[in-house]
């Protein structure tokens, strides 16, 4: 389950003792500045800025923001995809996927490796946006290992 985030992976019954307790939670808004353009703030919050430094947060987010942003973008090959999947009955879905569930898809793995490059080893996980509505960025904290 590589897209999935940790409040949704299964747990078998033998990693209930190794799965590490949460101790808060980190919840990153919408900047609503340019409209209603799915688009996160770069600020990092007070709660983690001694996990991880301001530069390498706000790349990730900019990250995300452009995938989001490319995903709601208005282009000709995205309208004639839609006129596409119209004329087909929607059948046309059952071939390939449209243009945002790929961007979707790929925001997806883009926190995943981001979470097992940056994140983890510093006691946080990324949750998906797409998991909390693209309302916010929940920013899961884990109790960091003193060894």
């Not at 945002?100 to 983890?120: L, P, T, W």
């Amino acid at each position: 389950m590589a897209g999935a985030s940790y409040a949704a992976q299964p747990m078998a019954m033998e990693n209930i003792q190794r799965q590490p307790v949460p101790i808060g939670k980190v919840f990153i808004q919408r900047d609503y500045s340019d409209g209603m353009k799915v688009k996160f703030q770069t600020k990092l919050p007070l709660e983690i800025n001694d996990r991880i430094d301001q530069r390498m947060f706000e790349t990730t987010v900019i990250r995300l923001n452009e995938i989001y942003g490319d995903a709601e973008a208005l282009k000709a090959r995205i309208f004639c995809e839609g006129c596409l999947i119209c004329l087909t009955g929607y059948l046309a879905l059952l071939c390939v996927k449209s243009h945002y569930e790929r961007k979707v898809k790929e925001a997806a793995r883009y926190i995943q490796s981001q979470n097992d490059e940056v994140y983890a080893p510093r006691g946080l996980v990324l949750v998906d946006p797409f998991e909390r509505g693209l309302r916010v960025i929940e920013i899961v904290i884990l109790p960091q290992d003193r060894g």
